[in-house]
């Protein structure tokens, strides 16, 4: 089992845009990520993002780049400040490949919470558009299979 998690590309400023969409910087952020990962032939059984405009914008990009089998949707509880263990247990009780776009805090937490039982351990360095895959082996424990950047 693996997921994916994505922080959204570089958004406008809620005072230029509302809705804070991704820039056109955001957008070629994430166009990287998305050829490197088209690259790897991912699959994943959903995608899921937290409704957000930059959220669901990132996510339109990755899906087009990659093999996504149930489809794009908006799910409750990845806004940037929600509580990450409802979205854990969501995670492993679904026993599928899941990607997640969503916000900081909300990333960074939730690897953390997954990788070592703590919301407060931060081992990733989320800048917009950071893709983490991690996979759960049958040795039951999430591990860091791998991170890209846009930079990178």
């Given amino acids: 089992m693996k997921v994916y998690i994505v922080r959204h590309g570089k958004a406008a400023s ?3 845009d509302p809705q804070r969409g991704l820039i056109a910087a955001g957008r070629a952020q994430v166009e990287r990520i998305a050829d490197h990962l088209k690259s790897l032939s991912i699959s994943v059984d ?3 993002h937290s409704g957000k ?3 669901e914008q990132t996510a339109q990009i990755l899906a087009d780049a990659i093999t996504v089998k149930e489809g794009v949707t908006a799910h409750p509880g990845l806004s940037p400040n929600d509580h990450v263990r409802p979205i854990r247990g969501e995670i492993e009780s679904a026993g599928q490949d899941i990607m997640i776009v969503s916000h900081l805090p909300f990333v960074g937490i939730l690897t953390s919470l997954l990788l070592t039982g703590s919301e407060s ?3 990733i ?4 558009a950071t893709t983490v895959c991690l996979e759960k082996p049958s040795n039951n424990h999430w591990q860091v299979e791998w991170v890209v950047a846009p930079e990178l």
């Fill in 125 to 128: 360095n989320f800048k917009e």
């Fill in 46 to 48: 959903c995608l899921w």
């Fill in 14 to 16: 809620s005072d230029v």
């Fill in 121 to 123: 351990a931060w081992l």
């Fill in 53 to 55: 405009a930059r959220a």
